[in-house]
């Protein structure tokens, strides 16, 4: 019986051995899934490292307002339809910028390390330098929806008394005498001149290959533009354009510029975010950029940027107390700005490579 039992015994131990075999493999293989998860965070870590280190004195501002209004749309989260959505693409836009600052700097480093650049190093320092127009568009087009994320109601009246107070008329009812077609397209002119005034800063400063001062007026522009829009989101005005409509004896007839902004109007226009007039703030601060940088630029623009800020009230889209706002925030936008630019890491290493295959030329004023 003691024989059969240490028989029993060692066909048990026998029959045991096996599956020590695939408890060992599941423990390897548990092993191996913690240690490429753990890589693959590291990796994650490293790379948002990286790109933080490559992001400059724009991006500082530019993902601060985004994480603002995100937080803002997490606290006054029953003001808005879907706001989750919207949370979301802040994330979305905010790795977007991150993730264009990561590759350009790698872009750069591989440049360097080979002495010239292909179409891959010119593509990326191209859209890294030229990124931020795009992203004024997307926060100013999704005030649409924030307008009244912190107060239900219009606060136009305010303004209308301001005006009236100031002036002692309604200044958009009263430029109406003087309307003609003539005049109305000259105005309507100088309003899309506001288009134009950043890229034509920038891109002198582009060509010249002087990125200080290209980032420079960026980030003049990005501050300007996001004390404006947190303005916009606790205190929102919609415009004359609504707010007296009916008050005008006949729209504002006029010639092919008229048609145009008729057409950007009707399918662009963001109703709200009226005050402070970001179109004001915007070329005002462009303006501080010129005058600092390229001084004979700034007198250039100079009687553009005023004619624009008559038209937005002759057009209808501003009250005179909105292009004061613009002109305020214009104006701090590029004091701090330029606070913000003495930090020793406002410009990147990457910002400041010279794209290969160009002449490097010496940064001049003239």
Not at 35 to 40: C, K, L, P, Y
Not at 324 to 342: A, E
């Amino acid at each position: 019986m003691n024989r059969d039992l240490g028989r029993y015994e060692g066909n048990a131990q026998t029959i045991a051995m096996p599956a020590a075999g695939p408890v060992a493999h599941d423990r390897a293989s548990a092993a191996g899934v913690t240690a490429g998860s753990e890589r693959i965070v590291d990796w994650i870590v490293a790379e948002i490292t990286a790109a933080r280190a490559a992001s400059g004195a724009f991006e500082w501002v530019a993902l601060g307002y985004l994480g603002i209004s995100g937080f803002l749309m997490v606290l006054f989260r029953e003001n808005l339809a879907h706001p989750w959505r919207l949370v979301a693409m802040q994330c979305f836009v905010a790795a977007l910028v991150l993730a264009l600052c990561r590759m350009e700097a790698r872009s750069a480093e591989f440049t360097r390390r080979n002495g010239r650049a292909g179409f891959a190093g010119r593509f990326w320092h191209f859209w890294r330098h030229w990124y931020p127009h795009l992203f004024f568009l997307f926060c100013f087009e999704e005030l649409g929806k924030l307008v009244h994320l912190a107060s239900p109601g219009w606060q136009d009246a305010k303004l209308i008394a301001a005006d009236y107070w100031l002036t002692g008329v309604h200044p958009t009812i009263w430029m109406e005498q003087f309307a003609t077609p003539a005049r109305n397209d000259f105005m309507q002119f100088a309003y899309l001149t506001y288009f134009i005034y950043l890229l034509v800063v920038g891109g002198v400063l582009y060509y010249r290959q002087d990125w200080r001062g290209y980032w420079s007026v960026m980030t003049y522009s990005v501050v300007a533009y996001g004390i404006g829009y947190v303005i916009a989101i606790f205190f929102p005005i919609e415009s004359p354009w609504f707010s007296l409509a009916g008050s005008w004896h006949a729209e504002l007839s006029g010639g092919p510029f008229t048609a145009a902004i008729n057409f950007i109007e009707h399918y662009g226009r963001v109703r709200g975010a009226a005050f402070p007039s970001e179109h004001v703030a915007g070329s005002f601060a462009a303006l501080w950029g010129a005058w600092r940088h390229r001084r004979w630029l700034f007198w250039v623009l100079l009687p553009l940027v005023l004619c624009m800020c008559v038209s937005t009230i002759w057009g209808r889209y501003h009250y005179v107390v909105d292009i004061l706002g613009g002109i305020t925030t214009g104006t701090l936008g590029y004091f701090i700005g330029r606070s913000i630019m003495r930090r020793q890491d406002a410009v990147t290493t990457a910002q400041d490579d010279v794209p290969a295959g160009r002449e490097i030329r010496t940064i001049a004023r003239f």
